[in-house]
């Protein structure tokens, strides 16, 4: 018997995977559990809506005449038209509505903005794209961003970070209702981990340094890299940007969602990370080249980072590469 209806919110320019991969973790767990889920499609237009790819999702129904209390889950996508959505005042308070009414309010990627927006993330912890961090812990500062995790839970608010994280949050809504041998039968079926190793920070720190590309620390960082081998601390990275310390903590902390010395952290990884792919050198070896000190130290930063070990990290690569 269907005994939990998921409601999924469609608008122009949503990101079709943010809504396709809950839907098909749920549609998937009803294989194992019985019909548990009954996925719904709801419009803010009263028409099928067109994706941020071209292409168009639909049937479904018209937000406005749904009332929120019907449905046990919300889930509320991000993608390109998501912006353009924060000035609608009926989606707002449709939101506010169902945040008292609901079981469980979600959001997915740049989806966040819309919870915060309607001022339900207020005081709490959440989560978004990577690349929205600065700007939605700039726009909402009332908001705890966490700029790692892959989701996180505070109250009945469920935030996803970027696209697929969608599907690691479904996953776990899927273990909260029906137990971790479904939850993991779902998984293994969508050749997913139940519970991802590592957060966004397993995404390139380069990449999120291109990505702020024109900023006042281009420079610094095309230096930082080429010399990951050696200590780097804040006051030597001030110095290279020309600023004071104080002025550098801050405008590096808005610009890349982070502190410095994490910054920093997450570079020495990331080019471990590539060293211990090719397998050409050892842990001690890695650890040194890449400024750790040490395989220890190189450890405790891969744990923090990561969620596992050098080593671990290692052979789940090489894993992998046999079975590719």
Known sequence: MTDREIALILW??????????????????????????RTVLLSARGTEA????????GPALHLYDCDPNRFDTVIV???????????????????????????????????????????LLSGRRAVTHWESVPRLTSEF??????????????GNIWTAAGVTSGMDMALALIEQDLGRSVALATARELV?????????????SELLAQERGGSAFDTLMGWLFNHLDRPIDVETMAD??????RSFQRRFTETFGMPPAKFVERARVDAARRDLEDGARGLER????????????????????????PAEYRDRFRTASRTA
Not at 13 to 31: C, H, K, S, Y
Request: net charge positive; hydrophobic share 40%.
């Open 141 to 154: 500062p009332s908001v705890r961003v966490e700029p790692d995790a892959l989701y996180c839970q505070d």
């Open 192 to 204: 997913l981990y139940l519970k991802r190793p590592g957060g966004q920070s397993q995404f390139s």
């Open 286 to 309: 890695v650890a040194a080249a890449r400024g750790f000190g040490d395989a220890e130290r190189m450890r405790r930063s891969f744990q923090r980072v990561l969620g596992l070990s």
């Open 240 to 245: 290279r940007a020309a600023m004071s310390r």
């Open 50 to 57: 067109v994706s941020s790819s071209g292409y168009s999702l």
């Open 77 to 119: 996508p991000g993608g390109l038209g998501v912006h353009a959505m924060r000035d609608d005042d009926a989606l707002l308070d449709w939101l506010r509505r169902g945040s008292g009414e609901v079981r469980r309010l979600c959001s997915v990627c740049s989806g966040a903005f819309l919870l915060a927006e309607a001022g």
């Open 12 to 37: 122009p320019q949503f990101q079709m995977l943010d809504v396709i991969g809950p839907l098909e973790a749920f549609t998937m767990a009803n294989r194992f559990a019985g019909p548990h889920y």
